[in-house]
């Protein structure tokens, strides 16, 4: 019977320490190559911490399934900032361009509850205000009224309307 672990590890950083490998010591598995396979599936997401789930039999065999970073992380590292702002509705950290939102959305659309790619847009800016970062150098709220008005729809294609 196979056994899961998960674990949030930083992308194309894996290391035999925690959280993976007081998890895995005990384990079948080898545990560098775990980590090796882990480093290799994430090194996309450099640094960004990423959703890693590890399959193992009894007899050593593994399988790892890497989920998408939180949103919150993706804005981070695409916006170059640590911590959003304690006063996220009038202290703003960082900006992003829609085409950083729309790749944002694009990256997590599959793990979102939006049918469409402009619905994810409007989910990542949800994020963003909470975060506090502005986009295009406007508050997020206002931005996502200009997305509902139709203002954006050519950067979404066929997108349809929520």
Do not use: W
């Not at 290799?40 to 959703?51: L, S």
């Amino acid at each position: 019977m196979a056994e899961t672990i998960e674990a949030l590890v930083p992308g194309g950083q894996a290391n035999p320490g925690p959280p993976l490998g007081p998890e895995l010591g005990p384990t079948p598995v080898d545990v560098q190559a775990v980590v090796q396979e882990i480093n290799e599936q994430t090194a996309a997401f450099d640094g960004t911490e990423v959703p890693v789930t590890v399959s193992y039999e009894e007899d050593g065999s593994f399988e790892i399934e890497v989920g998408v970073p939180p949103t919150a992380e993706l804005i981070k590292d695409k916006a170059g900032f640590e911590t959003g702002s304690g006063e996220p509705q009038k202290d703003f950290v960082a900006d992003l361009s829609v085409e950083e939102i729309i790749q944002i959305a694009e990256q997590k659309q599959s793990d979102l509850l939006a049918y469409d790619l402009k619905n994810a847009a409007k989910e990542v800016v949800g994020t963003c205000t909470s975060l506090g970062v502005t986009i295009e150098g406007e508050n997020p709220r206002e931005f996502k009224d200009r997305i509902d008005s139709g203002e954006y729809d050519d950067h979404f294609g066929d997108a349809v309307e929520a």
